[in-house]
């Protein structure tokens, strides 16, 4: 039997990058997947066909995680549709990059209501279904750049060190009702939005041990196993995806 047979798992900004390599690998394993889009709507349709192909339910929502109202409405529309859920992968992200001398207030509020309140929007929501199913598991996709910093983003370093704080937090909070939190933290990792900043630096690469940048399903390798019963006494922790940078 497959890891995540009969199980569900909602994905936010799970169309395209870490999240759809999430999304593809929870299937593979046997999940039902639930995720969410924003402006990509092709890109959310291909998907389903293609995890439909693994046998499993799946299904995507247009929605924003940033608004604590459509969070709310997203999971109990996912609720509805597939009886459960069962994960929670919190991966919905923007970087909006600049020097903070130049950075507009608008910039700030975006990436911290994007990266990081959704997040607490979500909690919000599932936690109450997980607590009356009496087990559940959250996983907040965070950055290297949460733990070390990076100049030009302050704004997204901040976000995502919230996301380590939040994520002990709340371990410590749910550990007593079966409920599992843990943050994974990728490094240098190529999707469509690292795109610009990998061109720049491939120079650089020698200084990850590993000699190379990550690919999206190291990231979903990391996710699902923190997901599955294999991590049953693993919370709080944030494991970092980064060829060894922080080593």
Request: hydrophobic residues 45%.
């Amino acid at each position: 039997m497959k890891k995540f047979s009969q199980k569900t798992v909602l994905i936010t900004g799970g169309s395209k990058g870490i999240g759809s390599a999430i999304a593809k690998k929870m299937a593979a394993e046997g999940a039902n997947v639930a995720f969410t889009y924003l402006s990509s709507e092709a890109k959310a349709t291909a998907l389903v066909e293609e995890l439909k192909n693994q046998n499993v339910k799946a299904k995507s929502y247009q929605s924003n995680a940033a608004l604590f109202s459509e969070a709310h409405a997203l999971l109990k529309n996912v609720i509805q549709d597939f009886g459960q859920i069962d994960i929670l992968v919190n991966n919905a992200g923007v970087a909006r990059d600049q020097l903070l001398l130049r950075m507009q207030e608008k910039s700030w509020d975006e990436v911290l209501n994007t990266n990081l309140k959704s997040i607490f929007n979500t909690a919000k929501a599932v936690v109450p279904f997980f607590i009356k199913q009496r087990k559940g598991v959250i996983i907040n996709i965070g950055s290297i750049i949460g733990i070390k910093g990076n100049a030009g983003q302050s704004n997204y370093a901040a976000s995502k060190a919230g996301i380590i704080g939040f994520t002990k937090s709340l371990a410590i909070e749910l550990g007593i009702r079966n409920i599992r939190v843990n943050a994974v933290a990728p490094g240098w990792i190529a999707t469509d939005m690292t795109q610009d900043i990998l061109d720049s630096m491939m120079e650089k690469k020698n200084s990850i041990p590993l000699r190379r940048v990550g690919q999206a399903i190291e990231v979903a390798n990391c996710v699902a196993f923190l997901a599955s019963d294999d991590a049953s006494y693993i919370t709080g922790e944030t494991i970092t995806v980064d060829g060894g940078l922080l080593a």
